[in-house]
């Protein structure tokens, strides 16, 4: 789990701090500048108590200067659950502040841009989850924590890319359905050995898709599959592709290829490891010297690289998500000045979403 960052307090100690992290990624001028808004920051949030969360996938200017914790959705939903820190600023998109809040009704929890979406999670809605369970009655359904507060409320348990497998498998279930990413599901089922299906005309695009995993010699629908999928994607993952691997490979025979769970099967089937965010840290971490390509959001490539110079990120990635790429030191400064911008979650919503948030996190 993460643990309390201590960042400096005077603007002297916080621009060597962040020249000696970040001097190999960020000409010397805009580092000045963003020490100057990351000393404001921070001794500001002292002032008001409060406690700022940053996602991996977070610009390196902001992940190294001013959360109090850093980590992957996982880690930050423990955090957001036991800290005293009001107000609560998430640095991350909007689900993830909704987690938040859904774990901490009585305190104030801010976001720092209110267009910081998800691709994901507006894929499916609380009312595609209602059709489904009429579709297939009885079936437990696991939504993944990138979807919002009134689907995880139509939940049985949500779930991370890092704990999804043990989440489906601590269910007392045949069949499971498995919301909303398409290629989570998919690479699930693959590990967990599942048939899964993908029925698209659930979501109004007509047809079936091919059950994967059928028994040998014989087909499975959807009223068999052991798995019922969505189609959604992530916009930075689907666009990876195993050409790109491929190529890379060719002119790096030594490079270790990392991809996230969202990835497609395939492209997850050419990497050398797979895993959250948290699991990507961890792994270069515990291998340093090597030279590895990151197939998921390229901020991290550059967070990642800042902790671990040893080691060389391909600089292949050049996807980032236009969602997490609207959170700013900038932005972040005015929503502590202001109180801006406060999320909130109907009571209603947000008691049903804890039961599944708590599920999640009480599985690990």
């Known amino acids: 789990m993460s643990t309390l960052i201590a960042w400096p307090d005077s603007y002297a100690e916080t621009y060597r701090a962040m020249r000696e992290k970040l001097g190999e990624l960020m000409p010397e001028a805009e580092i000045r500048a963003k020490a100057e808004l990351a000393c404001e920051i921070n001794l500001l949030k002292k002032q008001r108590g409060a406690v700022i969360l940053g996602h991996n996938y977070m610009e390196p200017a902001l992940y190294h200067s001013v959360p109090d914790y850093r980590g992957d959705s996982l880690e930050l939903s423990r ?57 297939f009655p009885g079936v ?29 498998a601590s269910l007392a279930s045949d069949r499971v359905i498995f919301l909303p990413d398409e290629y989570l599901a998919r ?11 993908v029925p698209r005309v659930l979501a109004g695009a007509g047809g079936e898709d091919a059950v994967q995993g059928a028994p040998p010699g014989g087909t499975a629908d959807a009223a068999g599959a052991q798995m019922i999928g969505w189609p959604g994607r992530c916009e930075v993952h689907e666009r990876f592709s195993v050409e790109d691997v491929t190529a890379v490979r060719r002119q790096l025979p030594d490079v ?26 961890r792994y270069v971490r515990e291998h340093p010297g090597r030279r590895y390509l990151l197939l998921t959001e390229c901020s991290m490539a550059d967070n990642i690289a800042a ?58």
Do not use: W
């Open 256 to 281: 270790l290829v990392l991809a996230h769970p969202e990835c497609s099967p395939e492209v997850v089937g050419a990497a050398d490891f797979s895993g959250s965010t948290t699991a990507m840290v």
């Open 307 to 364: 902790e671990n110079p040893t080691s060389e990120m391909v600089g292949l990635c050049s996807i980032r998500c236009p969602h997490m790429n609207e959170i700013t030191l900038e932005d972040t400064l005015e929503s502590l000045r202001q109180d801006r911008y406060a999320v909130e979650v109907p009571e209603a919503i947000r008691v049903r979403a804890r039961a599944a948030v708590d599920r999640m996190i009480s599985i690990g």
């Open 79 to 135: 955090i957001a659950a036991t800290t005293s820190g009001d107000p609560i600023i998430f640095c991350g998109v909007r689900f993830m502040a909704e987690t938040a809040k859904i774990l901490n009704p009585t305190r104030t929890v801010l976001i720092p841009s209110p267009r910081a979406g998800c691709s994901l999670a507006a894929s499916i809605t609380a009312e595609d989850v209602r059709r489904l369970r009429a579709q």
């Open 140 to 168: 437990p359904v696991v939504s993944y924590v990138n979807t919002y507060a009134d689907v995880k409320a139509e939940s049985d348990v949500c779930c991370t890319s890092g704990n999804a497998a043990r989440v489906v």
């Open 187 to 197: 690479n699930v089922a693959r590990e967990t050995g599942k048939s899964i299906i």
